[in-house]
């Protein structure tokens, strides 16, 4: 939900245990062994419990019941009436719908890029030891924080409006076309210009990436009068690949369901739109208006699942393509 | 593109060398103070803003007034739609706290299973853990909103809350686990042989050991919370229950342009809480970023 956490890695697994295979004390006898698994086992599940109540309360039960409503129409009040794949072809048929998908793509396609390259272009600027260093992390870090907020949707309404300070330098350069916000093309940029403003955060965890890089490398390239630009592409990119696969995943999966700033920046979808024209109606805000406003629950659930397999679909193709261009390191770190 | 090499180079010893660094060092400065401006700008501007008359506050460009006003302030006191501002800051504050409080307890105790317990399906189940990471939230959405409904909890806090006491956030877990692994194993191996059960020893042990996590989650969750705003749009529809992100909304679509200086005070006020935890804490939070992405 755009917020200013960044998920972890899926790719890891529990192979390392936290306890010793051979222990300190001599092997316990077969009975005293079993004891003490059967009473591991008690503890475990009794710690994760409420991992496990909430996982089935709250995931796997809501997720097979949002299966089911897909194919229903639902409207909170009668009981949900099964209707088969109606709720798909509606979806497909309907312009508004491909109008959000458009949108939410051309967000993703846009925004994701540029707010990377931001984020690693500066990186690589703060990876030098210089003095401020860690103020100027600090401050790049902050928009992460509030950039989901309402305030700060707010603010950028304000700022991208007509004859406000975006559109006065545009002015000044002679290229002055009204506010970002009161335009239907335009608008989604300045949503796109708000996630760049967020950089901060996949920047922390590239910056994190190049300390790790061996210093040795550089110096060995240098020996070899190798490039600085050369330096990047054969030693920098390949080392911290698996932060760059980290980066683009989340950030990708999160700039899918972008919801706040686009309700916000839109005007809310009260009266049922968002932005001039729908133009800043991304995926979840149609749903939202679909599910919560027009109470088509059983279309929002089947809008949900092509959300879900979207972002499973472009998952599945960044994992699928990570052993052509990202290198770990044997043994792993 | 091949003299730069003095720059990579450790302790230039010449003059020459140090000479030709200044420009380097120049550029650096600049560089990071002009993004710097650009990063600040909207803060400034909405700081400048606040102390503005509503009619001067798009159009004008300069960031701070000539003559300062306050009254955009002051009419805060009046509150939103008749309830008070400090209302939604209280009920902000509630459920910030209730999700802290939540999130550090059934966290660490998911975390604890999976870091220090071996017990049979741990490994299928730290899968699924993971899994929810990338799960669309949205998907979930309207079930659990159905859920809710039917348990007669819509306009509650419970919606709001449950799930930070379920360890529904895979993210802290994940943060946790990470860092209980890094223990050294010793610690709870010898506390084993003196008889501790896995309780005491994630009561007495790992807990205090993993307190930089516990404060990472913390902060981390505090602000997740109080920024909000799906989650009370959906589940709040009486204004008196409002958190602060949905009293800026009611603000906007009620009294957004009569009052617009007030609207761009009370963007400003709300966010402090988030800025103060920032400054407070920013080692923590610039931390607990870094090692998310890095395993291990």
């Known amino acids: 939900m755009g917020s200013a956490v960044t998920h972890a890695p899926a790719t890891e697994d529990l192979t390392r245990d936290s306890e010793p295979r051979h222990g300190p004390v001599k092997t316990p006898r077969p009975a005293a062994l079993k004891r003490r698994r059967r009473r591991d086992n008690l503890a475990g599940y009794l710690f994760m419990s409420p991992w496990i109540a909430g996982f089935l309360l709250l995931t796997a039960g809501p997720m097979v019941a949002s299966l089911y409503f897909a194919f229903t129409d639902y409207d909170l009040f009668d009981s949900p009436r099964w209707i088969g794949l109606d709720n798909f072809s509606e979806m497909f048929g309907d312009p508004r719908w491909r109008h959000s998908v458009q949108v939410t793509l051309w967000y993703v396609v846009v925004g994701t890029p540029i707010k990377l390259i931001a984020a690693l272009g500066v990186a690589l600027l703060l990876a030098q030891k210089r003095r401020g260093q860690a103020f100027y992390r600090a401050a790049f870090y902050a928009p992460s924080l509030i ?43 300045s949503l796109v210009a708000l996630t760049v403003w967020q950089f901060g955060a996949p920047m922390v965890i590239f910056l994190a990436g190049l300390k790790q890089v061996p210093r040795e490398l550089y110096e060995a390239a240098n020996v070899d009068g190798a490039s600085r630009l050369r330096q990047f592409w054969n030693i920098t990119l390949p080392m911290i690949s698996p932060v760059l ?23 809310g979808a009260g009266g049922n739109a968002c932005g001039p024209a729908d133009g800043s109606m991304v995926y979840t805000c149609y749903l939202y208006v679909q599910g919560f406003e027009n109470s088509r629950m059983g279309l929002a659930s089947a809008m949900a699942w092509m959300l879900l397999v979207a972002v499973a679909l472009v998952t599945a193709v960044l994992f699928w393509s990570q052993k052509r261009w990202v290198h770990y390191e044997e043994g792993g770190r | 593109m091949s003299a730069q090499a003095t720059d990579v180079t450790p302790a230039p010893s010449t003059r020459g060398a140090l000479r030709r660094k200044l420009p380097g060092s120049l550029a650096w400065h600049i560089g990071s103070l002009a993004i710097l401006a650009v990063i600040l700008y909207p803060v400034i501007w909405v700081i400048g803003g606040s102390f503005k008359k509503s009619e001067d506050i798009v159009g004008s460009l300069d960031l701070f007034p000539g003559d300062p006003i306050i009254s955009n302030y002051t009419s805060l006191a009046d509150g939103i739609a008749d309830i008070s501002v400090s209302t939604f800051f209280f009920n902000s504050l509630f459920l910030a706290v209730g999700s802290v409080i939540g999130i550090l307890v059934s966290c660490s105790l998911t975390a604890y299973a999976f870091a220090k317990i071996r017990f049979a399906g741990r490994n299928l189940l730290f899968t699924l853990m993971i899994g929810t990471l990338l799960l669309p939230y949205h998907v979930l959405l309207i079930p659990q909103y159905v859920l809710f409904r039917n348990m007669g909890m819509i306009n509650t806090y419970t919606p709001l809350l449950l799930g930070k006491y379920l360890a529904t956030e895979a993210f802290f877990v994940f943060l946790m686990v990470q860092f209980m692994r890094n223990l050294p194993r010793e610690l709870d191996e010898a506390a084993r042989l003196d008889g501790c059960g896995h309780f005491r020893i994630y009561w007495s042990i790992v807990l205090p050991l993993c307190r930089p996590a516990l404060i990472t989650s913390a902060i981390f969750t505090f602000i997740n919370s109080w920024n909000d705003f799906m989650g009370p749009l959906i589940y709040l529809n009486e204004p008196g229950k409002y958190t602060v992100s949905l009293g800026l909304k009611m603000f906007v679509d009620q009294e957004g342009l009569a009052n617009y200086g007030g609207m761009i005070a009370m963007s400003l006020v709300a966010l402090l809480p988030v800025l103060a935890f920032f400054l407070a804490f920013q080692r923590y939070l610039i931390d607990g970023m870094a090692t998310s992405g890095l395993k291990g």
């Open chain 1, 147 to 189: 950039g989901a907020s309402v305030s700060v949707a707010i603010v950028w309404k304000a700022i991208f409006s007509d004859d406000a300070a975006v559109d006065r330098t545009q002015q000044f350069f002679g290229i002055g076309a009204g506010g970002w916000t009161g335009d239907p093309d335009l608008i989604i940029y």
């Open chain 1, 245 to 267: 696969f980290f980066n683009v995943l989340l950030e990708t999966i999160h700039s899918f369901q972008i919801f706040s700033s686009a309700y916000i920046v839109g005007g």
